[in-house]
């Protein structure tokens, strides 16, 4: 039994794997089980070419995408020689085989001093968490390589600045009953465990994150679906965390159906990072449960073009094939993504795996988070950049969420020059001026 074997009751432990407190990031000892002790190499290969991600056809016309990408065989090859296809493919094994201390990371990470630093000092609010997979798509040399700074604490994040919060969107204000945020009048968000396979160093609920204070037990979701029944205004129920798919598949199928009960439940949406992070963990057993609880959406979480890899291009394929319409959300981050080129390549990415792109957030003021915020600015130009220049498709909702509670505002560069008695003078995506009759406005119809 290892120890992310569901339980009894069947939910997942998480005993040895989630530290008791924010100090994750102790600089102890490798788990016995990691084969981490190999020589650091110093040249690896490029993450992978358009050609290893997206699908060649066979000449009957089937689909095969590749395995995995270079980087991540270079990876295997170099750190976990020993581990055959069946354990790297197992989600469990690559949940126990994290990543989380100073000792393990800089086993394969050639680390900076602020890095270094920062995995010492270990108390930011966050704990660390790396799965091995997503450590393979790391640059082992440069601290700059945008999906690093994600998930490799740096100094910056023990700096609190003005404005920032822990609770920035004051979810704690809004949650009737301990772990469920009710905002809108029409919906709920379910934070069903607060564990993830790897932590963002930008979350948003990084002050319940990780500190296994949020667990899924069942008297405590009991009591949130009984809040759901009770509240006839409720048409859509958002599964959130943590990750829920880090759940067993029994526990997960007994909330889903639970919640299917309640009869004025219209849609259930899971939020999650998996097929960027765990892309292991879409098994076809999985997709099989899921598929039982329609209309089931899922809200995927993807911040850079690095991200879509042939693994997680076949998790996506799995969930869409399962027809579980997929939208992602993406968080603008200083360093990472705040370009228009690699912005596109991520839309046009996201498209390719049938992920339509449904937010793009501006960065929360979540304590610690200044080194990873943009200007607004910033953000409209992106749009800018996207909107007209490419498939409507690939263009997020560009949102804010209000500080304080105020829930997610819309940002769109401006478009509407000016309006005159009669008509509206537009601005299109090249720059260029256009006039719109709007005889209705002056004769005041609508
Ligand atoms: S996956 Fe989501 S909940 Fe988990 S650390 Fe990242 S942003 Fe936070």
């Given amino acids: 039994m290892t120890s992310f074997d569901a339980d009894p009751s069947g939910f997942v432990h998480q005993d040895e794997e989630e530290p008791p407190s924010p100090m994750g990031v102790a600089t102890g000892s490798t788990p016995a089980s990691a084969t981490f002790g190999l020589p650091r190499i110093s040249r690896q290969p490029m993450l992978f070419s358009d050609r290893e991600l997206f699908p060649r056809f066979s000449p009957d016309g089937a689909v095969c995408p590749p395995r995995c990408s270079v980087r991540t065989r270079h990876f295997r090859r170099e750190f976990f020689p020993d581990v055959p296809d069946r354990l790297w493919n197992d989600w469990q094994w690559q949940v126990r085989h994290r990543f989380r201390t100073l000792a393990q990371i800089s086993r394969v990470l050639e680390l900076c001093d602020d890095e270094r630093a920062a995995l010492l000092q270990g108390a930011s609010m966050l704990p660390v968490g790396i799965t091995p997979y997503y450590m393979s798509l790391l640059d082992r040399d440069d601290p700059q390589q945008p999906l ?65 204070e949020i667990t899924p037990g069942r008297a405590r979701l009991e009591r949130a679906i009984d809040y759901i029944a009770r509240t006839p205004t409720v048409r859509d129920v958002l599964r959130s965390g943590g990750d829920p798919l880090v759940l067993a598949d029994e526990k997960l199928d007994w909330l889903l159906g639970r919640i299917r009960q309640i009869r004025h439940v219209e849609i259930v949406r899971i939020g999650t990072k998996v097929p960027a992070v765990l892309p292991q963990r879409v098994t076809p057993s999985l997709v099989k449960m899921l598929r039982k609880h329609h209309p089931l959406w899922m809200s995927l979480h993807f911040i850079h073009p690095d991200e879509c890899t042939p693994e997680s291009y076949r998790a996506c394929a799995r969930l869409a094939d399962a027809g579980i319409p997929l939208g992602s959300q993406t968080v603008l981050l200083k360093g990472v993504n705040d370009s228009v080129p690699v912005m596109r390549d991520l839309m046009h990415s996201l498209l390719r795996m049938r992920v339509r792109p449904y937010y793009l957030y501006q960065c929360d003021p979540i304590v610690g988070s200044a080194h990873f915020r943009t200007s607004v600015d910033t953000g409209l130009e992106i749009i800018a950049g996207l909107r007209g220049h490419t498939s409507g498709y690939a263009v997020p909702h560009y949102v804010i969420d209000a500080p304080g509670g105020g829930g997610k505002i819309p940002l769109q560069p401006q478009t509407v020059v000016e309006r005159c008695d009669d008509c509206v003078v537009l601005r299109n995506y090249e720059g260029n001026l256009y006039c719109y009759p709007d005889e209705n406005r002056q004769s005041g119809r609508r």
């Fill in 148 to 212: 690093r700074k994600t998930v490799v604490p740096r100094l910056a994040e023990f700096v609190h600045s003005p404005g920032e919060a822990e609770d920035p969107l004051d979810e704690e204000s809004d949650s009737p009953v301990p772990g469920l945020v009710h905002r809108y009048p029409d919906r709920v968000l379910l934070l069903v465990l607060d564990f993830c396979s790897s932590y963002c160093r930008y979350c948003t609920r990084s002050r319940v994150v990780g500190h296994g």
